[in-house]
């Protein structure tokens, strides 16, 4: 045997071999590492083989896991994403973008003629695809009364004195009255290549004169934004070769478009609109996130708003605050009924269970509706105080539409969370313990809290990561009872996603949400150690 | 040897227990234990052991009678008052604790200084050879390591009486002798009186002074290990103790230390009446497999002999084992010892067998 394998090994001749029962071979070299039947070290034998396996349960579960990414993942990567997100600026202005980046501003931080002159191009085929007033909106975030400026802008920039240009150049020659020719001469490279801002708006002209009306380019004048374009490329100092007609500019009678637009809304000469443009002309923004942390970007950087408006810190606070409430009050509440549940014989253990469970197969708008009846001020609760004297008719308790009403549902929907986990981890514990520890010399209480209730606790860990997570991403309870000074970040962020559609502010305050429930998490593995948390 | 009388230091007075106000679980149970005994409650699973245990332990509250410690009735005081120490099947250590920590526990609750502490789990872990574990934790030890641990708890205390609950019931075979050996040599040595359950008849007959062999709810007989197994009481113990062989009959007539019975095959044998009363009742004639003779030259003369056929025989190294069949009962076993003289025989062979009187026990049926 030794022989037939070392013949097959004349690298290793006397290597020694351990027969294996199957009649595979072990081999060793003589300090080398462990080698298998087939010659290949042992431990790559080993996870090759364990990777096929590995393989194969991966394909076992990868329709699942393809489901799972492509309906749940995706979907929260790209909400997430949102709040960086800001192509709307850069998409529908690229030209001013451009424009306004290499601008000084020199004068009293307003653009000069060139840049507006951009910014006409561009405010003019937005307006034509109607994208002027999303972008409105969407700036309106950062200063308020943008939205009413481009939409009254929008609708004037069609009208705007700038048909003097077309008029001056057919006037100096009747080619540019012929569509075909425009559209000859947009096709000569040498003639694009001249007259860069005129190719430019052409060709969006072109785009809008097929998408929009259907229309063949070829057949129809250009809009005055081409001619505009054109006295400015030639006004340049543009030559541009034959068949292009050789007009002189210089003569032409001019217009300021920046004039025409101060004229049509002098907050086309505030600073404030031209740095908010050109603050949010990035394609990625912190504008969300400095908002979402009641932040805001002044001229001398990035501070915190001033202390009334900061409704966000507020709101996260007051979330953390009151689910750390909640999940405390779901622990008093819930420990001496896990006690009871596992301690209790079976039969009536189960009559418990049944009270414990019988919430999740009741509507949470019921039960939180209940909630409303109970606690509204001529509710049952109030009446009952009033009813046995503990407090007076005209002074009734405020326990809904307020932090209090959040807190008193919030605990009782959340309860058998806390429940269910206590529960089970304290079905483990042998009663045997608490015998012993009896028959140790201990009394029932030195027996419970030394012996019993250390080993319950990873069951309050657990219970309160799941209460207190799930309360912080809490809705419709809070929606519900919770007036205005009971309510969560998330109401807010359900506002912003369907009232305001400020779709990335919402995700900033998703993403600041996701972020705090992850550091609290890795927080409390540093203090409690995640291993102490069982479920049972 | 009966331990009763003012003497006892654990006793069980006509004590009954019922879980469900229907079944007895304990009938009508009288012990008494001397102090410094180690009792053994030995039966089948079922019988009650646990149940006397956790009464004596306070953890189940007797039906009716009485239970006394030292002398005085503890059906009204609380465990952690009664200063026993348990063992129990499981062990019981509190995994949240290091092995120091739980033997000091019972330390703590007594509010014992605690350099006086340090000292006592130090010497309670010495006792049991685990002196360098202090600081692990139970599930870092092996079964038989936490079995000590849990046997030094129970005594770190120092309590006058402790209970085990088949405390060895998880180890092996080879530690379970080891820890039986340890437990009696500590028992002895620290003079501890012990309550010992088990359903593990070599342990309850290597370790104890007394053995109590339950069935049904009630002792079927308390006595030594060696007066168990030799001179069982009834059929119940003669069949749970030991390897045994019982013959059916009736009692044909009765003369002081002998009796003769007649088989149910016909043959006549002389027994010892043990709990037969009456000619003509109904009795199972119990002999040991070691004390059947089949060299005829050993037997007293007149001895009465059975006719036998061999059916199987099997060798075990130290011993032989045949198995016969006789008197018309084919499980009938003999053991005889390996030595160079004894015959080895052959399945079919016919032989005579015999045995002294007072090895064969008439009992009731
Ligand atoms: N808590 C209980 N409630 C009701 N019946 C019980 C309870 N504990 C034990 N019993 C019953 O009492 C009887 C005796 O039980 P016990 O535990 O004393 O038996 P045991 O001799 O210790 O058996 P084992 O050798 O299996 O441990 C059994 O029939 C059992 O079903
Ligand atoms: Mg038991």
Known sequence: MSDQTASGRPESPQSPVAALPGGEVTERDQDGPMLAADGRPLKSSLARALRREKLRALALIAPLLVFIFISFVLPIADMLFRSVQNDIVADTLPRTVVALANDPLEEEGVPSESTFAQFYTDLYIAEEYKEHTRLGSRLNYEMSGISSLFRGTGRAVGRFDTDIYADQFEAADPAFEDPAAWADWMADDDIRAALPLTTDAYDAWAGIAVELDEDNPAEEDPEDIVYTSLYRDLANGAAPPAPFPQVDVSGFESVSIRELFIEEDEDWADPEVWETIRAYSSRYTSGYFLNAADMQTTPEGVELRPENERVYMTLFVRTLWMSLVITFSCILLAYPISFLLATLPA?????????????????????????????????????????????????????????????????????????????????????????????????????????????????????????????????????????????????????????????????????????????????????????????? | MDGSGNAAFVAFERVQKSYDGETLVVKDLNLSMPKGEFLTMLGPSGSGKTTCLMMLAGFETATHGEIKLDGQSINNIPPHKRGIGMVFQNYALFPHMTVAENLSFPLEVRKISKSDREAKVKRALDMVQMGEFGNRRPAQLSGGQQQRIALARALVFEPELVLMDEPLGALDKQLREHMQFEITRLAHNLGITTVYVTHDQTEALTMSDRVAVFDDGRIQQLAPPDKLYEEPDNSFVAQFIGENNTLLGKVEEISGETCKVRLDSGELIVAKPVNVSEVGERTRVSIRPERVEMNMERLQDGAFTLKAEVLEFIYMGDIYRTRLRVAGHEDFVVKTRNAPDQPRLKPGERIEIGWLPEDCRALDS
């Open chain 1, 347 to 536: 039969r009536h253990a189960n009559l418990l269970m049944i009270l414990v469970l019988l919430p999740f197969w009741t509507s949470l708008l019921v039960r939180t509706s209940a909630w409303k009846v109970l606690l509204q001020n001529e509710g049952v609760i109030n009446d009952i105080l009033v009813w046995i004297g503990i407090v007076s008719d005209t002074n009734r308790l405020a326990l809904i539409n307020n932090a209090t009403g959040t807190i008193i549902a919030m605990t009782h929907i959340l309860l058998p969370f806390m429940i269910l986990p206590l529960y089970s981890v304290m079905k483990t514990i042998p009663p045997s313990y608490m015998r012993a520890a009896r028959s140790l010399g201990a009394k029932d209480w030195t027996a419970f809290w030394r012996v019993w209730f250390p080993l319950s606790v990873p069951g309050i860990g657990a219970g309160s990561i799941l209460v207190f997570i799930m309360s912080i991403g809490y809705y419709i309870t809070p929606e519900i009872v919770g007036g205005t000074r009971g309510v969560f970040i998330s109401n807010r962020i359900a506002y912003h996603i369907s009232t305001s559609l400020n779709w990335g502010l919402a995700a900033a305050l998703g993403t600041i949400l996701l972020v705090v429930v992850l550091a609290l998490y890795w927080v409390y593995d540093r203090l409690v150690g995640i291993d102490n948390v069982k479920l049972g």
